[in-house]
């Protein structure tokens, strides 16, 4: 079998961690060919620790001209809107780890009929929670979905969320619930922080319905998430203590080996585990 051809976009936490992967050869019928990052820094950085040949891009076209088969963005909600179309257009796979970018229905609806259309295929990782298999398992019978979020501050602080309202994280001195709302605005105030609520939206009852609470913890050295989910089926609970990535307390060490183990499965895999 010829080795799939990975692009990448965004070279901070995930996606270094993940060319690293596969520029030592870890994912058997994956090769990467290019990386492309907007911060010119992050891009030559990553370009300096890697033994292959992947070209290094800071523009997205000659990117896209590179020969991927599919490419990993691993970068912003901004990088989806810009470039998702243009990725399937062209007609190469796509795997989303900012996923909060998806639970805009008229996005979703749109690069969902361009992978039709192009034969394409996205692909959303569970990223920093356990669970979405039983979730999907289930969708069709769920009458509710909550996430609860807690995090420390310093892993919350930049959020959307803090401009407009009157919280202040330097305050905060014990666990204190900050925000209770819909999975769909959840993203769009804590954009870096729950994609968790947009991949558990996507393998559930959508993002309107998806309930999100978050809670800032200045005791707390792990990123929680714990999903409750009920319906006809019975109840699915599950809770995990992620440790931060060191580069990013903003982003779980799981969500970084989600990411490696969904494109390991989608190049190497003969058998799929799990739902
Ligand atoms: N699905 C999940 O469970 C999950 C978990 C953690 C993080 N994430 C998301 O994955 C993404 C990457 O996370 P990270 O920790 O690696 O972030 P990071 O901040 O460490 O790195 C992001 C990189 O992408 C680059 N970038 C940002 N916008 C870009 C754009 N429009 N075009 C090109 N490059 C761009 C930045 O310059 C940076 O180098 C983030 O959106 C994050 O919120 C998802």
């Keep these: 079998m010829p080795k799939k051809k990975v692009g990448l976009v965004g070279c901070g936490t995930i996606g270094s961690q993940l060319a690293i992967t596969l520029d030592s050869d870890k994912i058997a019928n994956a090769s990467l060919v290019a990386i492309f990052d907007i911060a010119v820094s992050n891009l030559q950085n990553l370009k300096s620790k890697l033994h292959g040949s992947a070209g290094a891009y800071s523009d997205f076209d000659a990117f896209l001209a590179s020969g991927a088969d599919i490419v990993v963005e691993a970068a912003s909600q901004d990088a989806v809107r810009a470039f998702g179309r243009a990725i399937l257009e062209a007609g190469k796979d796509m795997m989303v780890m900012s996923v909060g970018a998806l639970a805009d229905k008229k996005l979703l609806t749109e690069l969902l009929q361009v992978a039709a259309k192009k034969s394409c295929r996205i692909y959303v990782p569970s990223g920093a929670i356990a669970g979405i298999d039983a979730i999907r398992s289930v969708r069709h019978l769920l009458d509710s979905v909550t996430l609860?979020?807690?995090?420390?501050?310093?892993?919350?602080?930049?959020?959307?969320?803090?401009?407009?309202?009157?919280?202040?994280?330097?305050?905060?001195?014990?666990?204190?619930?900050?925000?209770?709302?819909?999975?769909?605005?959840?993203?769009?105030?804590?954009?870096?922080?729950?994609?968790?609520?947009?991949?558990?939206?996507?393998?559930?009852?959508g993002a309107d319905k998806t309930r999100v609470k978050i809670v800032a913890d200045p005791q707390s050295t792990m990123n929680q998430h714990e999903?409750?989910?009920?319906?006809?089926?019975?109840?699915?609970?599950?809770r995990v203590n992620n440790v931060p990535s060191p580069g990013n307390p903003k982003t779980s060490f799981l969500a970084v080996l989600s990411a490696i183990e969904c494109l390991r499965s989608i190049c190497d895999d003969d058998m799929r585990i799990g739902s």
């Design 148 to 205: 609860t979020t807690t995090k420390s501050p310093k892993a919350l602080a930049g959020a959307p969320f803090f401009e407009t309202s009157k919280i202040k994280l330097d305050s905060i001195t014990k666990s204190t619930a900050i925000y209770e709302g819909t999975a769909a605005e959840a993203v769009r105030k804590f954009p870096a922080n729950v994609n968790v609520a947009a991949v558990l939206s996507l393998a559930g009852i």
């Design 227 to 238: 999903i409750v989910a009920a319906g006809s089926f019975g109840e699915i609970i599950v």
